[in-house]
């Protein structure tokens, strides 16, 4: 079968791009080439060009693997999603991206695009921990490889804040504008943290230019939001039958997405709004809805279905007991919000119970429980200290913290960056107080948590209540 490339001929219920490819130029750098962004950012553009072309063009940057850039290439800038749902599967073929690069090894093909006054736009999708950000001051963790690697050579840049900051410096040279810099990862009020972020490094560096950047920048806010699994080789198989060709980007997704985005940037943007995206003066509460109702629920059933030995999200909202707690838990999240503009939240709700038991989206609960500890705060910290001062127990999110706790004596092990402290922690602990070593971790909890010993007692309780089996040793 050949590959997926601009000569295949496609079936015709397979949608594909309505202009001209080879018109499209330049305009976006998008740093971070996984499947969310594939599933999301990328579609966005593409519908938005679709009702409103420009010179929109997204290069794609991966800044450590190579892998999708050259499967990228092969398939001349192609590849496609696969949405499933219950009444049925239809492919779309994705062709959005006019260049692709690892920076690891074109580090200055890059820098090139990233002082190119085409380019107006940088989006980012390349998770928490990779900002390097500081968990007690907000600010820069000058401990992070990245960080300690950009500010020692800033001009070769191995990092994201890195290469903003070496691609601004070049334009602030050249007199050229600066780009705005769309955060779409999963961090509270995440264009204010990467504006933060981008001027405490510009400063070190010269602080004429973090004063203008600070000027003349802008770092809008976004929420986003679409289940994205990971690709395995039955999705691959799936796609080369609807397509008729291979396709090893293809990736699976789930019908629903959306995009909030604070409206304030530097030199235009997409007509995103044309493809379903909200534009909105404040992005907070939408963003406090989706991590603590979605993505806190989402950490509740991964490590709720690590500890019952249940492999996707699925299959734990398949047993009706585990919904309940799932219910219960949102009920706990939402008496945190506020008003959400122009959302029903009881709709909302009921809609990612759905969206969750959707049985043709295999969510792995292994994937969703991936750095947990850079998770917890926004989704399930933040939301228990707001319980606690309005009066309420937190119960429900100290169940959530009892629960990541025993999948990990369930596994014997964790992926997170924080896996050897934690791990150490695990074993120190004992039968009277055995979360008091993680509570020990700098800045993995709140200090209003840590003070809070009623609360660390529910967390203790509830780990009682949970059939585990401590096999940390063995790691």
Known sequence: MDTLSNSTVLPNAVLSPSFNRRELKPGIVHIGLGAFHRAHQAVYTQRALEKSFG???????????????????????????????????????????????????????????????????????????????????GGLDFHHPAVAADIAQPTRPQGVIGFLVEGLFRRWERGIDPFTVLCCDNLPSNGRVVRRLVLEMAGRRDQALANW??????????????????????????????????????????????????????AGRPAWEEAGAVFADAVAPYEDMKLRLLNGSHTLIAHLGILHDLDFVRDVMAVPEFVEIVQRHMEAATATLGAVPGIDLPAYKHQLLER????????????????????????????????????????????????????????????????????????????????????????????????????????????????????????
């Open 356 to 475: 969750f038991a959707n049985p043709t989206i295999a969510h792995r609960n292994t994937q969703i429980a991936m750095d947990t500890s850079q998770k917890l705060p926004q989704r399930i910290l933040a939301a228990a200290v707001e319980t606690l001062k309005a009066g309420g127990e937190a119960r429900e999110f100290a169940y959530v913290v009892a629960l990541w706790i025993a999948s990990i004596h369930k596994r014997g092990d964790l992926n997170d960056p924080r896996r050897d402290e934690i791990l150490a922690a695990i074993r120190q602990a004992d039968r009277q107080d055995p979360s008091a070593p993680l509570f020990s971790i700098t800045g993995l909890f709140p200090q209003e948590l840590i003070e809070d010993r009623s609360w660390r007692d529910i967390v203790n309780r509830e780990l009682a209540s949970f059939d585990m089996t401590a096999d940390v040793e063995k790691t």
């Open 213 to 266: 950047i600070g000027s003349h920048g802008k770092f809008p806010c976004s929420m986003v939001d679409r289940i994205v699994p990971a690709a395995t080789d039955e999705t691959r198989a799936r796609a080369a039958a609807l397509l008729g060709a291979e396709d090893r980007l293809a990736i699976e997704t789930e019908p629903f997405m959306q995009w909030v985005i604070e409206d304030d940037f530097v």
């Open 55 to 137: 010179p929109w063009g997204i290069v794609a940057v991966n800044l450590r693997s190579p892998e999708p850039v050259r499967a990228l290439e092969k398939q001349d800038g192609l590849y496609s999603i696969i949405v499933r749902s219950a009444e049925g599967d239809r492919a779309e073929v994705i062709g959005t991206t006019v260049d692709w690069l690892c920076a690891a090894e074109s580090q200055q093909d890059v820098l090139d695009y990233l002082s190119n006054p085409d380019i107006r736009v940088v989006t980012l999708t390349v998770s928490e921990k990779a900002y390097g950000l500081d968990p007690l001051t």
